[in-house]
């Protein structure tokens, strides 16, 4: 049999880091098992499902590049089916019409309530004979779910489970209206679209055994289950908003790498010894399915730096280039003027955690700025700065051959001239180049600057310097 998984998101809202990880964890199985993953829209919602959310959750899905293999189906498209499947439930006698008002079902539950029962519908119109039901009159369609027996099931996550039917009441299947209700339509769904395992969120547990006996209603067998605890922030309460970036696409425009965001997602609820960094080749080779934590994860945003900054540091440029690409884009950074970026990347990934940072600290080297970082220009553009850059900056000129070398005698000399220590020479040059004070080794930064925008930029620290001289006194 082939192994299908599904990912099968409500569009109401983005595509939040919990969803991810599942979607992820359902393309590892039926990669790992060469199954087929399919894509799901659950939008029966019509009230809360927008276009705008199943745009979000595509994007989010060819950010990570979780391509699946059928698909996207939408449940809304599906509706004459659901009806068909319903009709054929209530003609096998394991559905029924359900004329209960309003009024008579919340005194209902008022009196369980009171009586210390758990609400539940009690089965009234469960024997309704042929000429008490007038289906002219409102309804809905409730499943006939067993009164007796268990339903027990071997989840991947949670081992052993069982519920008492007894504990299930008659589902609504189908409303007033004759829309259908999210438990019957993932049934019809699962069934057709033939999944072989379900993994979801474990919000989703109480609903299985519903689903399962819709599932033997239709004479057919359920798939497996696993459920996944969901995502704590790092102060141990439920993932939300609070706590910083939940949307998938937050992470992109963050400056995350897909790379990063599915390593860090693979690890959040599954491991593989004490391994960290897994390629997506590794994690589809090891992932198993039956290795997932019954217990939640935190989450720890100081991992996903650290593990992105591993990305930055060893992809290759070129795989690296469409990822910068759109920073620089959003940045208004063209790099068409200065050095190769490939030979900067390293230099800083190494001092960066994000591509938005990465996209701030190469800045200089290909654009102009407008101020100085004021802490750096505070401490090092000062006066006694002024002469020290002055003679830096004719012996920059007078090079013929703007080679690092000669950069770094250029500096050398200058500190020994004015019998001054290099950093004297060194910071205040750097602010002065960069607009910043950190920077790569002197002679390899003024290479990358440039020597025209090099000697543009001493004279506007000069000019800062000599201004705030004139303001001082
Ligand atoms: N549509 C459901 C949700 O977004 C998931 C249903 C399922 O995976 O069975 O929570």
């Known amino acids: 049999m ?82 068909e499947v319903i009709q054929q439930l209530v003609e096998a006698g394991n559905a029924y019409a359900c004329f209960c008002s309003r009024e008579r079902l919340d005194e ?23 000429d008490q039901i007038d289906l002219s009159q409102p309804h809905v369609i409730r499943f006939k779910n067993p009164q007796e027996g268990k339903v027990d099931f071997r989840d991947f996550v949670k081992g052993d489970v069982v519920f008492a039917n007894e504990e299930l009441d008659d589902l609504i299947i189908a409303r007033t209206d004759g829309s259908p209700t999210y438990n019957f339509t993932v049934v019809v769904d699962d069934k057709d679209m033939e999944i072989t395992h379900v993994l979801r969120g474990d919000d989703h547990l109480n609903n299985t055994p519903r689903q399962i006996n819709i599932f033997d209603a239709l004479g057919h067998k359920s798939p497996e289950y696993g459920h996944v605890p969901m995502i704590l922030g790092d102060d141990g309460k439920k993932l939300s908003k609070r706590h910083g970036a939940v949307s998938v696409m937050q992470y992109r425009d963050d400056g995350y790498l897909p790379q990063a965001v599915l390593n860090y997602l693979v690890r959040l609820g599954w491991s593989h010894g004490d391994q960290e960094i897994f390629s997506i080749e590794e994690m589809i080779e090891l992932f198993d399915i039956n290795g997932l934590n019954k217990a939640p994860s935190a989450f720890n945003t100081q991992k996903l730096n650290w593990l992105n900054q591993h990305y930055m540091k060893t992809m290759k440029v070129d795989d690296l280039m469409p990822h910068l690409q759109w920073h620089l884009e959003q940045a208004e950074l063209s790099l068409d ?63 013929a051959d703007w080679q690092a070398e000669a950069i770094h005698n250029a500096i050398q000399q200058t500190a020994d001239e004015l019998e001054i220590g290099m950093g004297k020479v060194g910071m205040p040059l750097r602010v002065a180049v960069t607009g910043t004070g950190m920077s790569p080794s002197l002679d390899i930064t003024l290479l990358w600057v440039g020597k025209d925008r090099a000697l543009k930029r001493i004279d506007k620290a000069l000019e800062f310097i000599e201004k705030r001289l004139t303001q001082d006194n």
């Open 2 to 83: 082939v192994v299908k998984t599904r990912f099968a998101p409500s569009p109401t809202g983005y595509l939040h880091v919990g969803g991810a990880r599942t979607a992820l964890y359902c393309w590892l199985h039926a990669k790992a098992k060469k199954g087929k993953f399919v894509l799901r829209i659950e939008d029966t919602d019509l009230e809360r499902s927008t276009p705008e959310a199943v745009q979000a959750i595509l994007d989010g899905m060819n950010w990570l590049g979780l391509d699946f293999d059928e698909g996207p189906f939408y449940q809304t498209h599906r509706f004459d089916r659901y009806k």
């Open 108 to 130: 209902l539950r008022e009196t369980q309530m009171q009586n210390k029962q758990k609400p539940r519908y009690d089965g009234k119109c469960r024997h309704l004979t042929a």
């Open 337 to 399: 003027n200065g050095p190769a970026v490939k030979d900067l990347i390293p230099e800083f990934a190494e001092r960066v955690q994000t591509l938005k940072e990465l996209v701030e600290v190469i800045k200089p080297y290909y654009q102009d700025f407008d101020d100085f970082e004021p802490n750096a220009a505070k401490k090092h553009l000062r006066g006694v700065a002024a002469e020290p850059l002055q003679l830096v900056k004719a012996k920059l000129a007078a090079l």
